[in-house]
């Protein structure tokens, strides 16, 4: 493939120093040319960037440009061109991968619950129960399943929550009902490190069951 001739003809026909056969021959060129044409528009902003430069003082004449001086400048202009549009291309990776990694944190499955804890016998009582707390900004929130495996019912049961400054709260009631599991879910105010202990209580006040905490 034969060298374009009017390849070098861009800079100096938007800076306006090629002879009038030389422009005439190169517009003629411009139309059946994208490259020269894509050049040359890249390039039209040129004159206005040199006429915002202030004239330099005045110098002793030290003599004309060196020949290469022209062709020089064009490279570093079509060189900074390259680098500008390797940035942006970079720029738009790296925040394709940022979108991606944002939509892999945002998929994650959510963190599962803390498990239920049994809790102590403190006799031989014909009842069961275990519990989970689950800590928020408000409070505790207590979810408990009691079962009740006595022949008939022994009455009511009570939930306390005992703070560590040893203050008691009533936080539910139920009937023992034979062969039945109660699910209890319930919130205080106090706050899972405030908590020393729950107690499931007989309508006596008597304590049955204990989670230390």
């Known amino acids: 493939m034969s060298e374009d001739p009017f390849a070098t003809f861009d800079a100096a026909y938007v800076l306006g120093a090629l002879s009038p056969e030389d422009r005439q021959r190169f517009e003629q060129h411009l139309r059946t040319c994208d490259r020269c044409a894509a050049s040359v528009r890249d390039m039209a902003g040129l004159p206005g960037l040199l006429a915002r430069v202030d004239a330099p003082p005045v110098v002793p004449d030290v003599g004309p440009p060196p020949p290469d001086l022209l062709p020089t400048v064009l490279r570093r202009v079509r060189r900074g061109r390259r680098i500008r549009l390797a940035v942006t291309s970079v720029s738009a990776a790296v925040a394709v991968s940022a979108c991606v990694a944002l939509a892999v944190v945002a998929s994650w499955p959510p963190a599962a619950p803390p498990p239920s804890i049994a809790m102590t016998a ?9 519990a989970r707390l689950d800590a928020f900004e408000w409070g505790t929130q207590v979810d408990m399943s009691c079962s009740y495996t006595g022949e008939r019912s022994s009455g009511e049961y009570v939930l306390v929550a005992i703070s560590r400054s040893g ?33 499931v209580r007989g309508g006596s006040g008597r304590a049955l069951l204990r989670l230390t905490l």
């Open 122 to 130: 403190l006799g031989q009582f014909p009842v069961r129960a275990d």
């Open 167 to 199: 203050t008691e709260t009533q936080l539910a009631t139920w009937k023992a009902v034979p062969d039945n599991t109660a699910r209890i879910v319930i919130g205080t105010a106090l706050k899972r490190t405030d908590l020393a202990a729950l107690e």
